[in-house]
C-alpha cells in the first residue's frame, strides 16, 4: 500500500459513496435576491482543494482527503490518520415559488456542513471502513478551527472529520 494510493482510494470513496449523494449551493460571487444559485453534488479532492477563481477562496461544496500522519510497525500493519476538510457555501433561503422568487439571507448554512458531516460519518458507520481500509478507533467531528478559533466565515463554513484506518504493508503499491 500506497499512500497516493490509500489517498486516492479514499477520494474517489468519497465521491461514489456520499458525495454523488447530495447536492448543495455552489459557490456564487453574488449573494442577494437577484442570483440565481445552482445546485451541485460536492466534490471530492486529494490532498487540496483548488480555489474556485482568482478569488482563492475553495471549490464548494467539497471534501478534502488529507493524511494526519502514520505509523508504520514496518512488518505487518501501518495506521494512517486521516482528515477529511468539508466545505460548504450557503447565503440564505429562497423561495421560486409564486410570481416574486424570495431570497431571505440567513446564516443557516451550517446546517450543511453538518448535513454534508453527518453523511460521511453514516458511511462509514455503514462498513466500519472506507474504501476497503478498517476504521479502528473513533471518528471524530468538529467545526474547522485554527488560532484557537473557529473557521467559517459567511457564507463559508467547514469541518473536519477526522479517523484512523488500518493498511497491510506490502512492497509493492
Known sequence: MTMTKLIDDLTEWLQEEVCNKLVFKKASI??????????????????????????????????TVQVDNAVDDLENESTVNIALVVAVWNTGTHDNRGEVPKFEKTLDGWRDLWCFIDNIRQAIRNNFSVADYKVVGDVNIRPLAGDSAIMGTYPYFFGEVTFTVETINSTTG
Not at 449573494?31 to 464548494?60: M, R, S, W
Open 30 to 63: 453574488k449573494g442577494d435576491v437577484n442570483y440565481e444559485y445552482e445546485l451541485v453534488h460536492p466534490t471530492a479532492f486529494p490532498c487540496f482543494c483548488p480555489p474556485q477563481d482568482k478569488t482563492n477562496l475553495p471549490i464548494t461544496p467539497s471534501v
